[in-house]
């Protein structure tokens, strides 16, 4: 069975760049969501992608957006990157069936992105 | 909305000695409740989860939490720690009906000390 694996695993961008990171699920889940935390914090839920489609969204701004693909892989977008934007990035797949959750999530080791 | 707050930010404690960490939940429906452990520079592992039945859950490496729903309460407990329980751990709630979003509390540094 393969766990969640991201990519990369760390970058450095500049303030105003845009960054790409991407998630594999594990094997057999149909759901993934990002969350974003801060050093010392928790994790933030960004959004979550059930079917290919966004299905919930926290507190974050229009430039945070995603995508979940077929084989249920899934990206993270952010664009206009800000200094508060650095972050660990985790993501989490899971497995929800006939619209109930099986509750667990399996996470990946995250994206550490610093922006300067 | 849900929400979870985690009653101590760090708890240092003594190898072999018991730990209770405190998580309280909110939420105006029926929830799920987990923890996690985070290792340094890793994802979270989840510890134990409660989804319905019996309210006190065992779950990996020892530990235990009981759901307490009079006082919205989901405490961890550990009889004895070790060195390698040296770790962040969250408390989170999720709705069981429309809709899986989950919610993470702020975390407790639990350190233990030889």
């Known amino acids: 069975e393969t766990g969640v694996t991201q990519s990369p695993t760390h970058l450095i961008k500049t303030r105003g760049q845009q960054v790409t990171l991407r998630c594999s699920s594990q094997s057999g889940h149909n759901t993934v969501s990002w969350y974003q935390q801060a050093l010392g914090q928790g994790p933030q839920f960004i959004f979550q992608y059930y079917r290919e489609e966004e299905n919930g969204r926290g507190n974050f701004p229009p430039r945070f957006s995603g995508l979940q693909f077929p084989n249920y892989s899934s990206e993270l977008n952010v664009n206009a990157l800000e200094l508060d934007d650095s972050a660990l990035y985790l993501c989490?797949?899971?497995?929800?069936?006939?619209?109930?959750?099986?509750?667990?999530?399996?996470f990946g080791e995250g994206s550490r992105l610093t922006v300067l | 909305a849900q929400s979870v707050t985690q009653l101590d930010s760090q708890v240092p404690v003594f190898e072999e000695a018991p730990v209770e960490l405190r998580c309280n939940y909110s939420s105006s429906v029926s929830v799920y409740l987990f923890w996690y452990v985070q290792y340094p520079n890793q994802g979270l592992q989840l510890l134990l989860k409660?989804?319905?039945?019996?309210?006190l859950v065992k779950g990996i490496n020892g530990f235990e939490a009981e759901f307490n729903k009079s006082q919205t309460s989901f405490h961890l407990r550990k009889p004895s720690v070790h060195i390698s329980d040296t770790a962040e751990y969250f408390c989170a709630v999720s709705r069981n009906t429309g809709g899986f979003k989950t919610i993470f509390g702020a975390g407790t540094r639990l350190f233990v000390k030889a």
């Open positions: 989490a797949s899971s497995l929800a069936v006939g619209g109930s959750h099986t509750g667990e999530l399996f």
């Open positions: 409660y989804l319905s039945g019996s309210t």
